[in-house]
Every structure is written in C-alpha cells, then in structure tokens.
C-alpha cells in the first residue's frame, strides 16, 4: 500500500511539473498485462511491455530484424559456445551499473523451473564471466537459433533483485504479488511511475537511457479496456490514441471515420484447441473412468465437425487464414503440403465416435479467454453447435485471460478438458512451438513442454525437437521439423483453427507507430502531433 502511495504521489508531482509540449500517448488492449516480472509470464503483449521496461542481449525491430541490444557484438567461439561484448555505461533505472554478473545472473534466473520464458534460454548450461564486460554462453548442443531466441531473454539486476527477495521467478498469474512482478528495474527506454493492475500502467522516459530516443514521448498510459465497444468508443472520443485488437465488425467504420487510421497485417501467431490427453478420467465425466480425447478417433471427430470455413466468413469477417498446421507461413520450418485441413466430414465425424465407444456424444467443457485473441469467445461459442450436432455437448467457460491461462497452465494442474490457446514462436522458427507445444515435459529437455497443457505425448516428437534444437545442417534439420508435424498432425495432436489478422486503430494523434507481424505494440518508436 505504502509503495503504491508513494508511485500515485509521484504520478502528481509529474503532472503538475508536466511542460506545454508535454506528449502522452494512451493505449488500450482488451486485457491488462500479466505482471511485470521480466522471467514470468510468457505472453506477447505482456513481453511486450517487458520490452519497454527491460533489455536483452540482442533487440528484435518491429520487422523482426535483430539488431545488438546490451550487447555490442557476439560471435561463435566454438560450436557450443558464443562470445559477448557487453554494452559499456548502462545503468539500471536504479541508478546502478549494469555488468556480466547481471547477464549471468539473469540466465540463471530464467532457467529457474518457475519461469515462463525458460524456453528461450533453455540450451544454455553456463553462463562464464570473461570480464565486467564480457561473457560466454555455453549451450548443452551447438544451437543454430540462440541469436533468435535471446530477444527474449530479459537481463535484470542481479544486487535489486537480492535486496528485494525475489532472486527467483514466481510462476503463476492470479494472485501473483511477488516484488519483481509488482516492480520494475530494467535498463529500458521507459521507466514504470504507477501500476494498478487491470486499471492503468503509466510509464515515463529514461532519460539515462544509452539508446537512440526514437520517440517523443513525455508519458505513456495503457489502459486496459475489456468491452470492445466500450474500447472502440474511447478511441472515436479522444480518450486514447491507439487501441488493439480493433474488433472486426468495426474496422469499416473507423475506416471511413475522420481523424481514425487502421492498421492491418497479417499475424505469426495460430489459434488452436488443446485436449486433455493424459488423465484416465475426464474432468466432465466423473465416475466414468474414461477420457474420450486420449483416442485418435475422438479427437479427428471433433476436428472434422468444426466448420472453418464459416468461422472465417461469419465470426472472422474474412479477417483470418485457415490453417492445418501449428506454425504461420513465415515461421521456418512452414510446410505449405502439410497446411492443407482436413475435410469438414461431420457424418464421418459420428461414425468416428461411435466407432470410439461413444454414438451418443459425452460432456465437455470448453475453456476460452474472452479478452485475448481476436474474436476468442465468439469462435467458441461457433464452436459450440457445431460440435452439438456430432452429439458432444459443450459447456462454454469464458473468462479473463488471466483466470483462463492460469486454469489451464501446467503447474496449476491442467484443470482444463478443453481448451483455446494460440502461440507465435518467439524464435519465428517451428522449433519454438514443438519445445513449448508438443513436447512432454518428462521428455528430458529443461524447460520443455510449458504449454502443452493436454499433455500431448508422443516420444519420436520429443526425439526430433532434442535433435532439431542441435542441427545446423537446415537442409535435414526442416526435415526433422517436417517429420515431427507430420506426426503431431495426423494424431490430431491439436485442432488448429486459424492465424488471425492484425487490426489496429489510431488517432490521426499518432504520426508513426510500426506494426509488427508479431502483434507486439513497441512504443519506443511512436511519434505524436
């Protein structure tokens, strides 16, 4: 309470001594993020804001070119072993210097087993101090996309993290109030003045900041807005200047609104379902001992009774790409053989689970955000009918984002049958999602398997995504990848829906402001009138 006084009396102070030119620049998502702590809670629009707030080794650019961050420069020493010259004279909003020992430290720190962004660092088994300045990365295998994946890795300091207790992450995200999650002491273009969590971010500049000021903002605001209506409304009457996602039914109308500007583009990121594959018992069918989903059949069932097609044309307005695989086109490693859906077969899909032991259908329930994705609860509540007409009877859980990926994360238990979830690999390489989406977490890969909440096992994957992570011959390794989605594809691992399209709304306030394919709003380069 007292910090929290302390940051709201800061925010008037700043007002009050607010110059005439002063640029704000306010923005509105339909969820708040999920914390602060740079090594928890691996979501875009939450690293999103890590990346105002803190640094890695190396920065990805809006058009995901990498460009060197707090490091200067880095080579490959050796095939398991890459060198880094760190940044000289940067400094922690703290005030304190930032050297190897942070580096080392915050590696260690997102390896930990609580930390929701380990997949990013997951090949790294040592961190060496060569000097203040310089540091090696030693990895278990050579790794071929280290370079991609540390964009991602978040440095912190290691002294305020001792100070504060909270050396490691704590994973989780209802009810989450560890300091590092609350707090923030990053080496970033921004620094956090207030934070009340589902109300409002402020953030101001760092005026110590090393890098290129490519902005001219004095204060930044999100705003977390749910209803979409209500959000859409805030951008016509001035209330913010950007908002995202812009709901599809609106986005002819703002186009044809004076002084409103849309962006869109096509997104990285795929839509799925996930199934409980690994409990004896569903969570729906109590006393039943069975689990309809841990057979093939049922799984193709529910795959082939969802009409794609109409989610496009009806609920997505046109504003989405079908897709058969897991991964976009874009990402390495896509397949446009493999992309290609399966029929929608709804008489095939009632054969199929009469054949599996159920002609009458069984009880599911359906978890969905109704705050994240494009669309999420409209596409759910499609879903629902749909599958009512194969005989299975949904019921429809729709809820925050926070509760919804907190029930279905693998450490709060998988309390999920069914579930929507969507990922774009933080590497833009199909290695990404088989470590994080369809390898077991018993398969022996730290860190692997942090969301694949269903379970989904299969060991010749586990096999291919450990030999993928080390190859560096690109020819064998996307056969690799290929085999393994092929695999994934044809157990009906997943149901893979869709890859949404971006869709964001400016005030004619906003002079600049690039659009990534990876939906992720970097205000370091926004400009304003």
Not at 205 to 213: A, C, H, I
Not at 263 to 279: A, K, N, S, V, Y
Not at 303 to 322: C, E, F, K, L
Not at 398 to 418: E, L, M, V, Y
Request: with cysteine; net charge positive; glycine share 6%.
């Amino acid at each position: 309470m007292r910090s929290r006084l302390l940051m709201a009396a800061a925010a008037i102070a700043l007002l009050m001594a607010a110059p005439a030119d002063a640029k704000t620049f306010r923005f509105s998502s339909s969820g708040d993020v999920n914390g602060l702590d740079p090594h928890v809670n691996n979501e875009t629009p939450t690293n999103a804001m890590k990346n105002n707030l803190y640094e890695a080794l190396i920065y990805r650019l809006p058009d995901l070119k990498l460009v060197p961050s707090l490091a200067t420069e880095w080579k490959q020493t050796s095939p398991t072993v890459w060198r880094f010259k760190l940044r000289q004279g940067v400094k922690f909003h703290d005030g304190s210097p930032f050297t190897a020992d942070d580096v080392a430290f915050s590696i260690k720190r997102n390896n930990h087993e609580q930390s929701g962004m380990g997949t990013y660092s997951a090949s790294v088994v040592d961190v060496k101090k060569i000097d203040d300045f310089t540091v090696e990365l030693v990895t278990n295998v050579p790794d071929p996309i280290l370079d991609q994946n540390l964009p991602a890795v978040f440095i912190m300091s290691k002294t305020w993290a001792e100070k504060n207790n909270t050396t490691t992450p704590v994973r989780g995200i209802v009810g989450n109030e560890s300091y590092a999650n609350t707090h923030a002491n990053g080496t970033g273009p921004f620094k956090v003045l207030e934070r009340v969590p589902d109300t409002r971010t402020v953030l101001v500049p760092n005026k110590e900041w090393w890098g290129k000021v490519e902005h001219n903002l004095t204060r930044v605001e999100l705003r977390p807005i749910a209803n979409a209506a209500t959000r859409v409304a805030a951008l016509l009457s001035g209330e913010i200047d950007m908002m995202y996602p812009v709901p599809l039914q609106d986005v002819p109308r703002l186009k044809r609104t004076a002084g409103i500007k849309v962006l869109e583009g096509p997104e990285l990121r795929t839509i799925f379902f996930g199934m409980d594959q690994w409990r004896p018992e569903s969570l729906d069918m109590p006393g039943s001992g069975k689990n309809p989903f841990k057979d093939v059949r049922v799984r193709r069932a529910v795959y082939q009774a969802i009409d794609i097609n109409a989610i496009q044309r009806v609920v997505m307005r046109g504003a989405s790409t079908p897709t058969g695989l897991m991964i976009a086109p874009g990402i390495n490693g896509f397949s446009k053989e493999l992309n290609e859906r399966y029929p929608l077969d709804p008489e095939g899909a009632k054969k199929l689970l009469a054949e599996a032991g159920y002609p009458e259908g069984f009880p599911v329930t359906l978890d969905c955000p109704n705050d994240r994705y494009v669309n999420d609860e409209a596409i759910c509540q499609a879903v629902v009918p749909m599958l009512a007409r194969i005989g299975v009877q949904v019921k429809l859980n729709s809820q925050t984002k926070s509760k919804h990926f907190d029930k279905i994360g693998q450490r709060s238990g998988n309390a999920s049958s069914f579930y929507m979830l969507g990922w774009t690999p933080g590497s833009f390489d199909a290695h990404n999602m088989l470590f994080n989406i369809l390898v077991t977490m018993n398969s022996g890969l730290p860190g692997a398997g942090a969301n694949n909440s269903g379970r989904y096992s299969n060991a010749r994957i586990d096999e291919l995504t450990k030999l993928i992570g080390g190859e560096t011959d690109q020819e064998k390794r996307n056969q690799m990848i290929y085999e393994a989605m092929k695999i994934h594809k044809e157990e009906f691992g997943h149901i893979p829906l869709h890859q949404q399209a971006l869709a964001w709304g400016l005030r004619d306030s906003v002079v600049s402001m690039p659009q990534s394919p990876s939906d992720s709003a970097q205000v370091r380069f926004v400009k304003m009138k």
